[in-house]
Structure formats: structure tokens, C-alpha cells
């Protein structure tokens, strides 16, 4: 019997059916498509990701099928190994074609992309991986990085037909997905799908942007007045493209100033990924090889207090609660956590990278990675950022609103408190009539932030680092960069 053949596209982190090459070239090829997602067991199993990474790729899957089921196309969902699955098919189809973006991904992920290599190799299938936001693949330094990029993003979007195609739908009860089905929904975590985030783009470009600069770094105001289309764009919900050339054009109407400030953190979002694209050992070592050698001995009740959000400093408490009930938290409040932690506690910058991972609905590992180690001081190249709590709490949460709301052991503490809890003596506390069961500072935080100081400045003129620092640059660094 002659099995029917068959190009598949493969959905990744490009959860979308608009400026999707992969599928507008499977839809070219004028064969019968399988639409395919795989959720592949070591994903579900990873330490860097959660339900909610999964309900959030599930809403965008629904959201595709609502949308291919106006042109009668199906799209198929399966749970377990990649390649087992294509196998799968291939014993009911023959496989001609297979289309997908290349994907940054951790190294797990490479060695999944790797063995279906082999595979496709051995059945002579072909598979076509296409470039995705920019990231350039097989990149060796930066030199004409940045103008490749602004040429990517100033091209045409891809169209697609879907009218011009034919698809089937493929069903394997050895493949069911059932981590899926039986997933629950969190109401307080972002929801996936593309025609939300074309309605969040729209809405963010036509109103909320308006106050993007003022409040990008203010943990509760920014939950409105930045973007959030991180978990969209992490996800594939939308293409870089495709927000830039939304962003860029509005522009041309008014409200310069935000939307040029959005349209650089694009290009900050694809330099990040850029930098674990071409160095992806970064997931395990250092991007400064000197750091190597500096390794700290973890403290297991600091990561814990930590990571429960009980250290006893109002405004680190607040965001951790914040970010594991919700998924989401600003830049600077993500910055200021890693910094506690591997500053203030002198942890090691991998002490605490898979669990912040997990909390984040907008896990992308190309920033994660690369952002984590910069503010952690552990690439040699950047300023050392030490960020100060109380100051920073002051400085962007002026009323005690963010901290109140998600620390509500201090909801009855006078502001001019809200900051410092532990400076206020028992006779005050009872004047005011206060009790609380929030914890004391696990730190002296004055006494280790100046130890941290000279920890790290000593470590970043050490020997090992200064000699390491040359090859960040040489890989890393866009010509004429300035330490940041």
C-alpha cells in the first residue's frame, strides 16, 4: 500500500498563524499538511518550566484551532517523544517535507532538534528550519549584527493563505495528550493565543504606552503600562516583526518618545537571545570563564527564605509573592531579585536560575540566561549593579502600595515603616496597636551590601576574570558598546 504523502509544519515557540514562514512555505508546496504541536515529555519533566508554561502554550493552541477551523483545517495536538511521534506518522504518511523555526533553546532542547536530525537523515526527509526574530544561527561575533537585524525587521511580513491548503489531522492513542486535558486553569496567569496579543499590541500602542517611561520601572504601575506581550512574544503568539513594524509606524503619530523606548528593548530582547544562541554552554558556565574558579558555597536557608519570599526585606518579599502568584514581573524588580540574591546573599548566579525560570509565564531562555548572569556580575564585561532594596522600594514604590498588597503582614504599618519594619520598636508597635508575624531580616542588609561591594569589585579585577573578559567581548559585543 502507497502511504499518502504529506508535508508537516512543526510548531515550536511560534504559536501563530500570521507571519509564519514555515507554514506559507509548507502551504507553497501544494501537498496535504499536518499542522503539528508535540509537548515532549522532557519539557513537562524539566526543571525550568510549570504549569503554567504549559496553560499558556494551551490557550494559544486553542486559539489556533478556533482560528483554522474557519477554513475547515485541523491542527494536531500530541504528548510524548519528538522523534517516536514523527516516527509515528511516517509509518500512516510519508513525510516529504517538515517546516519549523529554529529555535533558542536550552540544551535539552538542542539535543531533542538533534536526534530528529539523525532521524529525517536516515528517511531521507527533509527539514526546513527558518531564521525567527532576527537570531542569526552559526553567528561568530557581531560585527554586522545589528544592521542585519533593522534590515529583518523592516521586511515584508509573511502572508498567509490558509485557504490555499488542505490539512489532516493526526491521531495516536499511544500520543494522546493528555498532560493537556487534565491541566487546570489559573485565573491569576496570563492567558495565551495570537488574537489576544494583536488585542494587547492595539491597546498598548493606542493608550497604555502613554505612561511606558514613566512607569516602566514601578512594580505595580508597569503591570499596565508596559507592554505585556513578553509571554506572547516568548511564545510565538506574535513575531518581533511584527510588533516593531506595529510600534514604528504609530510612532509617525505621536507619543515618540515611549514607543522609540519600546522599539530599542526589541532590539535589547534579540541581542540577549542572540548571545545564547552562539553560546549556549552559558545554560551551565559563566559567559567570563574566570568565574569559574570564584564558586561560592550556597547557603540552602538563604535560597529558601528566598525563594518562599520570607527574607524579611519588604520590597524583595513583595516581588517573589508577586511573580509566583501571577508570572509576571517588571524588568527592574527581576533585576533587583537576582541581584539580592547573588549580592546581598552572595549566592552563586545558578543557585536560584530554574526556579525563577519556573515563575516566569514569559521564560525565554536566550534572555533568561544571559540577563541573569549580567546581573549577577558574572560576565566580566558589564558595570557590577548592586541594587539597594530600601532605596529602590522608596524610589518606585513611594506609597507602600505594591509592598502592602502582596506583604500583608505590613498592611497596617505606618509608610514611613513599610520599608525598614524591623526599625520600628515594640513600644511603637504597640502604640499603634500593630502585630505582625513578618519575619526579621535574615541579613543585616547595610553590613552585606557593603560586603558585597568589595567581594565582587575584588573578584571582577582577579587575574582569571580580566583574561576572560577579552573573549566575552570578541564574541558578544556589538562594535563600539560601552560597559552597561
Known sequence: M???EVNIVWFKRDLRLKDHLPLSSSIDQDLPIILLYILDSEYVNNPHYSD???QF?????KNMSRQLKLYDHKLSVLEGDTVEVFKNIHTKFSIKNIYSHQETGLVFSYSIDKKLKNWVGSEKISWSEFQQNGIIRGLKNRDDW???WYAYMHSSEIVVDLSLSKTILFKSKKFEPTYFMNLGNDSHIQSGGEDLAIDILNDFISNRSKQYSYHISKPNESRTSCSRLS????????SIRQVYQAAYHAKKNGNKRNLSAFLSRLRWHCHFIQKFEQEVEMEFLPQNKGYISLRRESNPAYIKSWEDGNTGIPLVDACMRCVKKTGYLNFRMRAMLVSFLTHALLQNWDDGIQYLAKQFTDFEPGIHYPQFQMQASVTGINTIRIYNPIKQAKDHDPKGIFIKKWVPELSDFPTEYIYEP???NEMERSLFGLKTSYPQPI???SEALKKARKVLWSEKGSK???NGKQSVLSMHAVPGRKEQ
Open 2 to 4: 502507497v502511504r499518502q
Open 52 to 54: 503554567r508554561h504549559w
Open 57 to 61: 502554550v494551551k490557550d494559544s493552541l
Open 146 to 148: 545589528v544592521k542585519k
Open 231 to 238: 509571554a506572547h512574544i516568548a511564545w510565538g503568539n506574535m
Open 422 to 424: 524591623w526599625k520600628m
Open 443 to 445: 541579613i543585616d542588609l
Open 464 to 466: 582569571d576574570v580580566k
